[in-house]
T-cell receptor, first 112, second 111 residues
Framework: DVKVTQSSRYLVKRTGEKVFLECVQD?????MFWYRQDPGLGLRLIYF???????EKGDIPEGYSVSREKKERFSLILESASTNQTSMYLC???????????FGPGTRLTVT | QKEVEQNSGPLSVPEGAIASLNCTYS??????FFWYRQYSGKSPELIMS????GDKEDGRFTAQLNKASQYVSLLIRDSQPSDSATYLC???????????FGSGTQLTVLP
């Protein structure tokens, strides 16, 4: 079974803090993704990576950066957290070419 | 026009009925199609994938694909209250490195 894990299920941070969200997959997938999901807005792609040290912007990259130093690990970084970044963050992985995409359990981030 | 469109619902069906969820997509070169189920507060879970025209059955679930009409549907037979969730349709073009997701249809199965 594919397993995608995320470092935290719930996280509370203060405005201006630097926030790291980490994702690890154990299926040797080339692709990894970070989404955020908000009520009424659906899944929105923040960044994805198709190889180590490679990254591409998704639909809403502003305010975020990513890091992929190892194939199995993909980190999302909020350089200076703001209240409008309060959301559910979902990591996913897939093979190339893209077929099924598998999601981690999600991190519900609250920025106060 | 959105790339992948779904009725947002909510769709309500009585227990034991057939729930029919529909999805249309705009890109004719799309090749891979997926249905995800998402319970409230949880992450999306892949339940069906379909790649060629016709029907694909897996237990109570049937995915139907019609590439000429550019739609894909999910039928849930003998619906159960535990099927109450949001169902996301996702589509991939062969050259794309990511899936495009619809906004989801909220299904409620009434006991």
């Amino acid at each position: 079974d594919v397993k995608v894990t995320q470092s935290s299920r719930y996280l509370v941070k203060r405005t201006g803090e630097k926030v790291f969200l980490e994702c690890v997959q154990d299926m040797d997938h080339e692709n990894m993704f970070w989404y955020r999901q908000d009520p009424g807005l659906g899944l929105r792609l923040i960044y994805f990576s198709y190889d180590v040290k490679m990254k591409e912007k998704g639909d809403i990259p502003e305010g975020y950066s990513v890091s992929r130093e190892k194939k199995e690990r993909f980190s999302l970084i909020l350089e200076s957290a703001s209240t409008n970044q309060t959301s559910m963050y979902l990591c996913a992985s897939s093979r190339i070419p893209v077929r099924e995409q598998y999601f981690g359990p999600g991190t519900r981030l609250t920025v106060t | 026009q959105k790339e992948v469109e779904q009725n947002s619902g909510p769709l309500s069906v009585p227990e034991g009925a057939i729930a029919s969820l529909n999805c249309t997509y705009s890109d004719r070169v799309s090749q891979s199609f997926f249905w995800y189920r998402q319970y409230s507060g949880k992450s999306p879970e892949l339940i069906m994938s379909i790649y060629s025209n016709g029907d694909k059955e897996d237990g109570r679930f049937t995915a139907q694909l019609n590439k000429a009409s550019q739609y894909v549907s999910l039928l849930i037979r003998d619906s159960q209250p535990s099927d109450s969730a949001t169902y996301l349709c996702a589509v991939n073009r062969g050259s794309a490195r990511q899936l495009t997701f619809g906004s989801g249809t909220q299904l409620t199965v009434l006991p």
